[in-house]
């Protein structure tokens, strides 16, 4: 059984064949600046190193097209027909808690939840309508990242709102990231030989989007994000929890609309609202080490929220048996993490300064413990694997679909 996974961005597509039977990486890759100059499309098969060309992509069509170009022409297949199924990337569920095959109705409730999570809905709307022109015969299952908060109690995930907000239009924490959460927390289980039933861990996807999650024997029982990408961390161009009521009157003071402001919390504070940089976090540290104030206040803002939620997290947990970095920050940056644990020795997170400096993940060495001898709690860099948890769970799809047509013969 062959899955190709498809992750759109606003201005990027990831991609990743997999043969689910050995769950083995048959082709993999991302296209980046799509729509911008300096367009890039890195690639690499399982039987070849990773391969680069640059070249223009001016909507997701053309990437798709460069992607299943390149695919053929190079990769396992000779035919799209010889893939079945395509598992799509969807920030937000809406009514749907699980994965589920693609229809219109489907369709019309990513469009619902796109204010939801306006920066990366549009790209992936017109992701599955591009791929199903080019794959009409496969079966196209929609992958959500609030899956797996869907445990998070009531008392954790609704609002301070009149009730009939989350009793009738199901206005709740909902969270974000989920295949990252979930499948961190799993591999971290797993190299600390232990089953996760039995372990409280506390996830932190560090990146341009970011969040932490509270992961109680397996299971999300809170997370930083909400109903919407917005809140939370201070992210690359989110502005993270903001005190709502500053909203109003900054839409009076400024004269802003709906619409304006939502551009505003999505796209222009956060690290870049701060710094007045970047969005990218690597940009905003090099301005920072060199003497630029306002990206040091960024980087100390940002390590402070990542420190103060996992506070939070520890509460919500009562023990902590591990703490996993991932995502682009979270992995690549000692700095961070360094920064995000110091003073925390007495709660039980104690690093090794050198082994935090010394990280290299590989596929064959995806976990790195930096937590020092006599650390209470195991400090864990775990490399996340999102593509491969959507495969699972489009295969969980395709099963459900065979079982029911056995059931109706």
Known sequence: MRIFVINSGSSSMKHTLFEMDQEQVLFSGEIERIGLEGSRHTFRTNSNPAQSKDLPVRDIGEALDEVFSTLLSQGPVSSLDEIPAVAHRIGHGGKYREAVRIDRDVIDEIRRMTPMIPLHHPAMIIGIEECVRRMPKAVHCAVFDTWFHWTIPDEAAIYGLPYHYFAERGYRRTGFHGNSHAYVSAKAAEYLDKPIERLKIITCHLGAGASL??????????????????????????????????????????????????????KQSGLIGISGVSRDFRDVDTAA????????????????????AIGSMLMA??????????GGIGQNSPTVRARVLDGTEDLGFRLDAKKNTQVSLTDTAPVADISAADSRTRILVVETFEELMMARQCLKVLEGTKQDRIEQQ
């Not at 080490?289 to 103060?308: D, E, S």
């Not at 947990?317 to 991932?326: I, K, Q, S, Y």
């Open 213 to 266: 999650c509270a992961v109680d024997r397996g299971r999300s029982i809170d997370t930083t994000l909400g109903m919407t990408a917005v809140p939370g961390l201070i992210m690359g161009s989110r502005a993270g929890d903001v005190d709502t009521g500053l909203i109003p009157i900054i839409m009076k003071e400024d004269n802003l609309s709906p619409d304006r402001m939502i551009e505003m919390l999505f």
């Open 289 to 308: 080490q060199a003497g630029n104030l306002r990206a040091k206040l960024a980087v100390a803002a940002f390590c402070y929220q990542v420190k103060r």
């Open 317 to 326: 947990l009562g023990r902590c048996d591990a703490l996993v970095f991932t």
